[in-house]
């Protein structure tokens, strides 16, 4: 039996800075996260060790003159806003994509919808969209730069949120799915062109904002999966993109066995690993090396227990 880590798993760069960052900070003094620093629970318990703290709204709301990380997922306006009127102290390490991307939205919002209504015109006030999770913590900052009136849509069945009489802007979460996308902006297209109602051609503009970075591990990650008879692939449970990047390696290896930790390493688990010539270890942008490598010890040096009648 051979048990590989994929090279191209493990931390995106957005979550490798904001960890790094707290590492850092955490040697001045006492830091606290708003929210957990990356959808893994087995990274969020190693960093509380090392003394960050996890806090949510509420606390956030509540606290005084303290040092508050805010994670890769970027932020709304109303977070600085109340750290401005607590005097907290932000250390920021959103992603510099997800900040990009929040200013294009931002900037679509004031310059299409507030300004239309600023003047009072009779035209029909335009809509930006997002395609994403709806909760997530990205979205939610997304939300915040339209003072949350963005639609949010999760597939292409949400596609009648839509008031296809108006403007659309469609943007998308970073680490969404471009075939998805794409599948979006054709059925948007084909809406409005089998439409009754006369819209213009500028009507619908849209912009593919899926971070590269990790929309390009799709195929390397299915090429792996390919490549290994098992797969185990390690991620947390709130991880959207773990969710996205699992099925992905299932469409190519139906061998592929979701865990986010040692201890769901089963035995009738073992007894696959060892029962195969090839174990393939991947994982998601939230995943640590460092638990992928405890993974690949525990299937190495377990040998799997025998059935007992």
Known sequence: MIVTIDDNSGFCFGVTTAIETAERELQKGPLFCLGDIVHNGQEVNRLAHLGLETI?????????????????????PSTYRIAQQNMIEIIDASCPVVLRLQKMIRDTYQNHVLNL???HSDQPIPQIVIFGQKGHAEV??????????????????????IDFTRPIYLFSQTTKSVEEFNAIVEEIQ?????????????TFEYHDTICRNVANRVKRLQAFAQNNDVILFVGGKKSSNAKVLFQNCLEVNPCTIFVSN??????????????????????????PKWLMEQIKTRIETNVPMAHTT
Do not use: F, W
């Open 190 to 202: 084909n809406r409005i062109a089998n439409s009754e109602v006369h819209i213009q051609p500028s």
């Open 117 to 119: 209504r600023a003047k």
């Open 56 to 76: 949510d709204y509420d606390d956030l709301r509540s606290m005084r003159n303290v040092r508050v990380l805010l994670r890769a997922h970027g932020e709304p």
């Open 262 to 287: 040692e201890a769901d390493i089963t035995v009738d688990i073992l007894q696959q690993c060892h029962a195969a010539n090839r174990v393939g270890i991947c994982g998601a942008t939230s995943t």
């Open 140 to 161: 939610i900052g997304l939300e915040g730069q339209t003072n949350n009136t963005a639609i949010v849509i999760e597939s292409l069945q949400d596609i009648n949120k």
